[in-house]
């Protein structure tokens, strides 16, 4: 099947350079391209949907349990002819509490979850010209995380940043800044070879650390983000995404992360309208 498609595509585009100018060829042969790269774009939003949704189904079948639970408690108390009327009143009341808290939490996941595809479209759109091996943009358990490669950020062992990624931190840093109601977390990471050196970076630790801090200054002091949405740090050897036996695993191991998060206060926000136990 695929080796009559091969010939069949030459026929084809001989047909139609003989029915039709060259010039016009071209324009049908760039729209049909422009076609291909959209319909790409459109399946990766497709999955990142699908990611979404997997996710709001897993939280809302444990909230789902919890309201059971609490029906088959009312359930108990019913069939209990010792419990008094004020009993199952107070059980009822705090039902309907916790039916109102979980449309809350339900709405406000949506509302979250909408809002990071939204953010991570935007950042694959910007970073389009960048190689996947550099950059990488995912959606991952409430948060869109931007995984920076060593080799583009530093040289070996170093933590000053090279020129080149200036251009892909101002891309960031204009998306970070359009979502100023995000705070951002900064991590670097390192694979597992020990470091020559005695002076500063000390060890992998250090050396992940100063990394992260100096993403942090250049998305502050060059691209204008506010330092109090910041949190920088390393987290050294031990948080490798693949094993560091191999030189392709140490070099996915050797990264810094760009973590955008809803703000902390705004889940406590949350906690503090939990239903309350009477």
Known sequence: MKARNLIAIPVVALF???????K????????YKQSIENLAERQREIQDLKGVNSGLKSEN???RDQNNSLKTSLDACLSNTGKGSANIDKLIGEINSSNAYIQRLISTNAKN???NLALSNKLKRSLDNIADNDVQVKVLKGVVMISLSDNMLYKTGDFTIQPRAKEVLGKVAAVINDYDTYS???????DNAPLNSASVPKDNWDLSALRGTSIARVLQNEYGVNPNRITAGGRSEYNPKTTN????????????????LPKLDEFMKLMDIAPAKK
């Open 16 to 22: 139609l350079t003989s029915c039709v100018s060259k």
């Open 24 to 31: 016009q060829f071209d324009n049908l042969n760039m729209n």
């Open 61 to 63: 079948g444990l909230l």
């Open 113 to 115: 979850d909408s809002l």
């Open 184 to 190: 951002v977390l900064i991590e670097g990471n390192t």
């Open 245 to 260: 036996a191999s030189v392709t695993g140490r070099s996915e191991n050797r990264r810094t992360e760009i973590i955008i």
